[in-house]
């Protein structure tokens, strides 16, 4: 028979008959003097046997062991077996984490711990701009602080939410919003002592937490993003916050 009809009669494509060709799990049968490759039932039968195993999800590359009787097949059926036990266990995580998001109706490209948090301060009030940052922002501290520190990450987030800090968060991000070139030298620090009078012994609190403790690298990645989203005034003020938080800390 053809290769048209020995794929046919075993329910795979001519270019799936080719590929197992390439890969070695089917022999590829001489040209006759027609030029043609001849098949017989013996090739239809390893194809068969073929599918049975793709269906198993027995990889090509294990198959002639196990077409040709050189291996013992409850092995790899084990070992399949414990692999399709780990996927099922992260889908059922990743299901698990679509239900959460949709509960607290959080955008799906931010993590779903600290989304509450983002849409409380975007509905009290937060400037939008700053909105977006804190956005990038969280994405960015969720990575780097990672599932082992995420739960650090949101106390901090749950503190500056608390209704007793909230609105002077809130307050002081659209003093910061509203930084620029002619922001008066004696404005930003007032801004600074402001902060540091609002917010200092939540910073202390956070670092005995060891929240704000991280990697010099992950550190330059922040201060990167930072860089590129404020204006230099924003940066000015930034830069004399960390050196005012360090002084208290220190």
């Known amino acids: 028979m053809r290769s048209a009809e020995l794929a046919r009669l075993a329910g795979v494509t001519v270019r799936a008959l080719r ?19 001849d098949y ?26 196990l077409l040709d009787a050189s291996s013992d097949g409850a092995a790899l059926l084990d070992e399949l077996d414990a692999e399709l036990a780990e996927q ?31 849409a409380f301060f975007a509905a009290a009030g937060a400037p939008s701009e700053l909105t ?4 990038d922002q969280s994405v960015l501290l969720a990575h780097l602080v990672g599932d082992e520190r995420m739960p650090q990450l949101v106390r901090f987030y749950e503190r500056i939410s608390d209704p ?17 070139p002619d922001t008066p030298e004696q404005e930003t620090a007032a801004l600074v002592s402001d902060f540091m009078s609002a917010f ?11 929240m704000l403790t991280m990697s010099r690298a992950a550190e330059q990645l922040i ?5 590129d989203v404020l204006n230099p005034t924003q940066r000015r003020v930034l830069a004399d916050l960390a050196a005012a938080v360090d002084d208290r800390l220190a």
């Open 223 to 227: 201060a990167e993003y930072t860089g």
């Open 132 to 135: 977006r940052i804190d956005r």
């Open 164 to 180: 007793a800090i909230a609105p002077a968060v809130v307050a002081f991000s659209e003093r910061f919003a509203d930084l620029g």
């Open 19 to 37: 590929h197992y060709h390439q890969v070695g799990v089917l022999a590829e049968p001489p040209r006759g003097s027609n030029g043609y490759r």
């Open 40 to 65: 017989d039932v013996h090739d239809l039968v390893r194809l068969l046997r073929i599918r049975r195993l793709a269906s198993l999800g027995v990889p090509l590359e294990r198959m002639p062991d």
């Open 200 to 210: 200092g012994p939540l910073l202390t609190e956070s670092s005995a937490d060891a």
């Open 88 to 118: 099922i266990a992260r889908l059922a995580e990743q299901r698990a984490l679509i239900a959460r998001v949709r509960a607290l109706d959080a955008p799906p490209d931010v993590p779903a711990e600290l989304a509450p948090f983002l």
